[in-house]
């Protein structure tokens, strides 16, 4: 059976890839089958995902654990959204309301809070870390940022030059960086294609 | 009260229990985190059966053709629940298996494709001075141009890792290498001062969009 | 050849004579056992009169210890490797460093087995190859090597592989018997029956064990092979019916007269358990250590009791001279506590517990004895009979002893030797013994089904037997010591009864697998620990008992009898005395005794692998590897080590070396600066929220506008304005809502510009769609919040201006499905093509999932050339926009708008609508002072506070 999931991973990327070169009408469609099963797929393990937190929240609850109560309300926020979801779908006021009261609110709230932990962090780094790339990374940031820092007398003299300077060094290393990430998965991608790498559990 | 007022209400009062984090970890702050994973987790369970389970999958098996076609999609996304079972997770892996498959097929052909033969061919284009047009525009797209031409092929020479032993045993890097890479260090290092920036204005945005909804709010509800 | 010891002189006279040829003491006639008399039962006190007084100081203290260590000892068997032999650990207190150069080599090399060869006339110390190589020249030896090979060639056979069919057939009986008794690992008990038959005991579980540890085929075959020569030059052999039938049996296998070879006797070492490939090569140099060889017999490894250990040398004289006037001692002491004692094993001889060690015991002195009667006996010849190549014809339910009569314990031995003049009685003997059971099988006509190894089930040692078979065969047939030699006795049993191929009528290959498979199953766990052939670690090893078994054990006859051949140098041989190492000569090896000497010297410790051993190339196991263990058994004890270690070459580990030593220096952490405590840092952390917060919340509070904006857009911005123009009216156009809700706030500020220019300006008709399921319930949220679905704004309505598809799974699998087939992927997809769509919108906040729409629509332009023209416009967060640039400054994204900054002057060239970003850009610039400052000044402060630090921690030092 191993042999089979290997086989069906190996075979299914091998259509979509080949599709990208010979781009075939029966290729294609094939190909579109497969994506189109990926994202049923994908879909589905996003309940698995969402049982398995219920159920550890649950066995949390049930063994009495530390944080049970937080689970409980976990699980009970979850049910009660989820069932009223179902009833009355994601479109409806009420599930809209929830999104505008608690999800954006809390999910925005935690990303805000990160402006103070980034400024802590970047006091912190100097005593931490001394080194060239310490002291470049956070020249860099500060000189960017007083780049794009609006003043009540208008931008600061040189802005667009230093962008320039700056955008110039940083758009070669983040293309290098891209360069980087695209190599990294075109070798992870061809590893599980070929079944070297087989993280679907066909180890 | 209407449904706005209360969605902004609870709004108000969670983001205040998520800044009181930053007077350290405490009940209020994990309240409202475990409440919006609870809820965040309901309604992406909704989004997923109403988004694309329903139309999907379910909605199309009124017609024989149809059934065929998704019969398949059908047992391998059923096959999915084994894996909530560690006895016959196994059954999941081949669902697994055409995920896995076709993402990396997908993502193979879109670095190959879409980053990798596209950014080569910028940082080649750079240095076409024929569309830059005449005068010191040539003199600074032809600085810019090396500039980062450099910072890529920098950059990625600070990920060439190759490296030898030297006659006393140690491990290092080919000097010419290793000063390569040590200016491609600066360049990531610029890179990543630059995110970093980009990152602390998006947070502070949002910082300032949360204060300013509660500001705003109390503005409103207070009637100042 | 067993040899009285005098005990007033110390030199060992012929078991025949009643009084010292050297200095007409009296040897104590009344406690040997004469030939054809049934041993009994004696205690050891009975004897102590006759031991010197230093060896019966010496037992007494062995006796103390045992009988100190006697409960331990029974539930621990294998303790102690390195502790001296039960038997001599009393003579260990005594004995000097000296006393182990005392010990002959031979003794403590030669296995179990080897016991019965040591009647050879002594030769003069020789390596262990000219050992056996005499063993095929000595005249006679060969008497002694017949004999000896019998008995060897069961031991090898019980213990290692398969030599051949008639060896087995031979052996298979006692084997059969024994193997029952197998079973009990270390027996304690004192029973004078057990005790005789101790030694088969332990030659089966000696053998069993070897199977599964030590295969040492060569090594087995070459002794036979000796002793098949010199039978056939001395032609010796043939006057015994059963030296010759048994002869026989072997010519055929082994024709050729490669006795000579060293490794003949290697196998007794496995016997013994004893590890005797250290040992033999130490004896070989010694000649004095001749007599080593018999520590090995009872099981005690060469490695582990080196011959440098004093007590061994003592004990060895001590159970001689047990052996020469003690029939069958009782066994007083009860002390298995030393297990892996060099003589412990002799205790076995009266236990059935032990299994080499017994054998070993009992083949030095029982079984020389009942050689003695080879000559006469017609036993012998039914075994030589049994042994042609006939697998064991005894029916499975006659008993293997059955025809024995009562006196032919020991008593059928001196017929033997009366028989062959030139044949020494110990070799028979241990074959004879062997064969007492073939000799009904080959009465029996079904010979061929019953297996030679059948313990008890065909042959229940009932009354007859305790006549027919003596009394120390007694126990190897009524219960197995070795627990694992059933298990394997019982696969020879099938092995044997299949005898299809006649080249292999015992089917060696088979037995040896299944053997090794039945002793590993149930006892494998003995066998790791009971080995014996590995002396140390035996639970079953030697206690104190069977140390005092030893003495209780019969004096051999054979060792007497092998005077004939040359009384001097049996005297040398076997004067073994304690005190004076010196006494052994290597002269006084007898030329068979020489040629049984264990090989195992020469041979390597390590156990070699099956792969490792020579093929057999003569004889029934001709063909067969690894049959017949090549390399000392006694090392079996220490598993061979396995390397765990990865298989790399010196370029690979180098190359791992190298790639770990560069993770190591990029993860390595810096060394901390010790932080002074946790609450500034916290205070420092709650001062900089407050600041931010009051700051900001001033800002926001008084709704500051004081900072102007620049109307200049940035070039991605420009582009972006450009493809807003140039965008049809009404025109669909696809928004990707890319983003989180923790950057809903920003995203709405920055794509609302652009978002409110479209409608204004083309009125298209827009879909959404959201990439992660959360953003679906972002765009009505989007919508209201930019105006365009409010009625006082633009007035957009979902369903007919805009529509919502909601969310799109599958990550790049889905983008890709999307692309090619949107309704396909999405079926509330308004348009069927998604060339369809005029411009792509992708509102996003991480470069990675914006990368993935960007490769996937440049691939799709790239094979659909109507899709070239269509934009792709981006509105990232300040987070994702540095990493987007590069797909902006190469074509693949026609506009970029990054962050707050570029919004908010794009606002204002849309004539400042929807105003989220001119309303956020006063605090944002507060903001921005604020956090520049902090950083600059904290990084200040924090830069000179760890330079301060660490000049303090290098002044302190």
Redesign the interface.
């Given at each position: 059976m191993r042999v089979f999931a290997i086989a069906l991973a190996i075979a299914s990327g091998l259509i979509v890839v080949v599709g990208y070169f010979y781009p075939v009408e029966p290729l294609l469609q094939l190909r579109l089958q497969l994506t189109n099963w990926a994202m049923i797929l994908a879909g589905m393990t996003v309940l698995v995902g969402i049982y398995n937190l219920v159920a550890v929240h649950m066995e949390k609850i049930r063994t009495r654990q530390k944080d049970a109560i937080y689970g409980g309300l976990l699980v009970l926020s979850l049910i009660i959204t989820f069932g009223m979801g179902l009833v009355l779908g994601p479109d409806h006021t009420f599930m809209r309301a929830m999104v505008d009261a608690i999800i954006v609110p809390v999910e925005a709230s935690l990303m805000a809070i990160l402006a103070v932990t980034l400024i802590y962090a970047s006091i912190r780094l100097l005593r931490r870390r001394v080194d060239a790339m310490s002291v470049v990374f956070l020249v860099v940031a500060v000189i960017f940022l007083v780049a794009m820092m609006p003043t009540p007398f208008g931008p600061i003299p040189g802005d667009q030059l230093i962008l320039q300077f700056t955008g110039m060094f940083s758009r070669g290393g983040a293309r290098g960086l891209l360069i980087g990430v695209a190599l990294g998965t075109l070798l992870t991608g061809l590893r599980v294609i070929f079944g070297v790498d087989r993280p679907y559990g066909g180890n | 009260m209407s449904m706005e007022i209360l969605s902004a209400l609870a709004g108000l009062i969670l983001t205040l229990m998520i800044f009181s984090y930053l007077i350290g970890d405490n009940p209020l702050f994990r309240i409202a985190v475990y409440l919006f994973i609870g809820v965040s987790s309901g309604y992406a369970a909704t989004v997923v059966w109403h988004y694309v389970l329903v139309p999907k999958l379910f909605s199309q098996l009124g017609t024989i053709n149809q059934l065929v076609l998704l019969i398949i999609p059908l047992i391998l996304s059923f096959s999915l629940l084994a894996k909530l079972s560690p006895r016959i997770s196994w059954v999941g892996n081949f669902a697994m298996a055409v995920l896995v498959g076709v993402g990396a097929a997908v993502a193979v052909g879109g670095a190959l494709i879409g980053t990798l033969l596209p950014q080569a061919q910028a940082a080649m284009d750079a240095f076409d001075l024929g569309s830059a047009g005449g005068g010191s525009s040539v003199f600074l797209r032809l600085v810019e141009g090396t500039v980062m031409f450099l910072g890529t092929v920098l950059t990625l020479a600070s990920f060439h890792f190759s490296a030898g032993r030297a006659p006393d045993g140690t491990v290092k890097r080919n000097p010419v290498f290793e000063s390569i890479a040590s200016v491609g260090r600066i360049f990531i290092a610029i890179t990543f001062g630059v995110l970093f920036a980009g990152v602390y204005m998006a947070a502070l945005t949002a910082m300032i969009e949360r204060l300013s909804s509660i500001i705003n709010f109390t503005r409103q509800f207070i009637g100042l | 050849m067993a040899d009285i010891r005098c005990p007033s002189c110390g030199k060992n006279n012929p078991d025949f004579l009643t009084v010292c040829q050297f200095c007409q003491t009296p040897l104590t006639p009344e406690s040997t056992l004469q030939i054809g008399e049934k041993p009994t039962k004696k205690n050891t006190g009975e004897l102590e009169n006759i031991l010197p007084d230093w060896l019966r100081d010496a037992r007494q203290q062995s006796r103390d210890l045992a009988e100190e260590d006697a409960v331990q000892a029974a539930s621990m068997p294998k303790t102690q490797k390195e502790e001296p032999p039960d038997l001599l650990a009393g003579l260990a207190f005594q004995s000097t460093g000296g006393d182990e150069d005392q010990i002959p080599d031979w003794l403590s090399s030669i296995n179990p087995a080897t016991q019965e060869k040591p009647s050879a006339p002594a030769i003069p110390a020789a390596p262990e190859s000219d050992f056996f190589a005499r063993f095929n020249k000595a005249e006679s030896a060969p008497k002694s090597e017949p004999v000896q090979n019998d008995g060897t060639s069961f031991m090898g056979q019980g213990t290692d592989q398969p030599q051949d069919a008639a060896e087995r057939d031979e052996l298979s009986e006692w084997l059969t018997q024994t193997s029952e008794q197998l079973i009990e690992p270390s027996s304690l008990e004192s029973d004078a029956s057990q005790i005789e038959s101790g030694w088969g005991l332990n030659i089966e579980e000696s053998s069993t064990p070897e199977k599964e540890s030590v295969p040492k085929p060569e090594e087995d075959l070459s002794w036979l092979r000796n002793l098949e020569a010199t039978s056939k030059q001395t032609g010796e052999l043939s006057t015994p019916k059963q030296d010759e039938d048994w002869q026989s049996g072997f010519d055929s296998p082994f024709s050729s007269p490669q006795s000579s070879e060293p490794e003949d006797l290697s196998w007794l070492n496995n016997l013994g358990r004893a590890s005797a490939p250290e040992q033999p090569a130490q004896q070989s140099a010694q000649s004095q250590n001749d007599l080593d060889w018999l520590n090995n017999l009872g099981g005690t490894p060469a490695t582990e009791q080196p011959a440098s250990r004093p007590s061994q040398p003592a004990e060895d004289l001590g159970w001689l001279n047990d052996l020469g006037t003690v029939p069958a001692m009782e066994q007083p002491v009860q002390k298995p506590t030393q297990p892996q004692e060099d003589l412990s094993w002799l205790n076995a001889f009266g236990e059935t517990s032990e299994p080499a060690q017994a054998a070993s015991t009992e083949l030095s002195s029982d079984h020389l004895s009942w050689l003695n009667r080879l000559g006469g006996t017609s036993e012998p010849s039914q075994t030589f009979d049994f042994a042609q190549d006939q697998p064991l014809e005894r029916p499975p339910g006659a008993p293997a002893f059955e025809k024995a009569s009562p006196q032919d314990d020991l008593g059928w031995l001196n017929e033997l030797q009366g028989t062959s003049e030139s044949l020494p009685a110990e070799p028979v003997a241990d074959f004879s013994i062997e064969q007492d059971k073939p000799k009904d099988v080959v009465e029996s006509t079904n010979a061929q089904h019953v297996s030679p190894f059948n313990p008890r089930g065909t042959a229940p040692l009932s009354a007859e037997e305790g006549t027919s078979i003596p009394e120390w065969l007694r126990n190897a047939t009524e219960g197995p010591s070795m627990p694992m030699g059933n298990n394997a006795l019982d696969q020879f049993r099938e092995d044997f009864h299949i005898p299809t191929a006649p080249e292999e009528p015992f089917s060696w290959k088979s037995f040896i697998l299944e053997a090794r498979q039945a002793d590993e199953e149930p006892v494998q766990p003995q066998s790791a620990s009971v080995n014996p052939f590995t002396p140390s670690n035996d639970p079953s090893a030697i206690s104190n008992q069977d140390v005092e078994s030893l003495f209780s054990m019969d004096m051999p006859d054979w060792l007497s009898r092998t005077e004939p051949v040359s009384d001097e140098s049996i005297t040398q041989e076997t004067a073994i005395n304690a005190e004076e190492g010196d006494a052994l000569s290597p002269a006084d090896l007898p030329s068979w005794v020489q040629a049984m000497r264990p090989v195992e010297a020469i041979i390597s410790e390590s156990a070699p692998g099956i792969e490792d051993q020579p093929t057999e190339r003569q004889g029934p196991l001709a063909g067969f590897r690894g049959v017949i263990p090549a390399a000392p058994i006694g090392s079996s004890r220490r598993p061979r080590a396995v390397s765990l270690t990865l298989q790399a070459s010196s370029e690979q580990q180098?190359s791992a070396?190298?790639?770990e030593?560069?993770l190591a220096s990029e993860t390595s952490p810096?060394a901390?600066?010790s932080s002074p405590s946790v609450m500034p840092?916290?205070m420092?952390?709650?001062a900089?929220?407050v600041l931010?917060?009051v700051v900001?919340?001033i800002m926001?509070?008084t709704r500051s506008q004081?900072?102007?904006?620049?109307p200049?857009l940035p070039s991605d911005a420009r582009d972006v304005t450009n493809v807003v123009m140039n965008i049809s009216d009404n025109a669909p156009v696809l928004v990707i809502l890319d983003y989180?809700?923790?950057?809903?706030?920003?995203m709405e500020?920055v794509s609302g510009p652009l978002l409110d220019q479209l409608v204004v300006l083309r009125h298209p008709h827009m879909s959404f769609l959201a990439t992660s399921?959360?953003g679906?319930?972002?765009v009505?949220?989007l919508l209201v919040n930019t105006n365009i679905n409010q009625p006082d704004g633009q007035g957009y309505i979902a369903g007919q201006n805009y529509i919502?598809m909601?969310?799109?799974?599958?990550?790049?699998?889905?983008?890709?499905?999307f692309i090619?087939?949107p309704q396909?992927?999405i079926?509330?997809s308004p348009v069927l093509g998604f060339s369809e769509y005029a411009a792509i919108i992708l509102l996003t906040?991480h470069a990675d999932s914006a990368?993935?729409w960007?490769?996937?629509?440049?691939?799709l332009k790239?094979?659909d050339s109507t899709l070239a023209s269509q934009p792709l416009l981006a509105v990232s967060?300040?987070?994702?926009?540095?990493?987007l640039?590069?797909?902006a400054?190469?074509?693949?994204i026609s506009g970029l708008i990054?962050?707050?900054?570029d919004a908010v002057r794009y606002e204002l060239v849309n004539n400042s609508r929807p105003g989220i970003a001119r309303?956020?850009?006063?605090?944002?610039?507060v903001?921005?002072?604020l956090?520049?400052t902090?950083?600059?000044l904290?990084?200040?402060?924090?830069?000179f506070?760890?330079?301060r630090s660490r000049r303090a921690e290098v002044a302190e030092g």
């Open positions: - | - | 180098s070396a190298i790639l030593q560069l810096r901390l600066v840092q916290q420092l952390r709650r900089i929220a931010v917060w900001l919340g926001i509070y004081m900072m102007p904006v620049s200049l989180e809700p923790a950057l809903a706030g920003e500020a399921p959360n679906t319930a972002l009505e949220r919502n909601g969310y799109l799974p599958g990550g790049e699998s889905g983008v890709l499905a090619e087939a396909t992927a079926p509330s906040d990368r993935v960007v490769e996937q629509l440049h691939i790239q094979a967060s300040a987070q994702a926009g540095p990493m640039q590069p797909y400054a190469s074509g693949q990054s962050g707050l900054s309303s956020y850009w006063d605090a944002f610039g903001g921005l002072m956090a520049i902090l950083i600059v904290g990084g200040l402060w924090s830069l506070a760890g330079i």
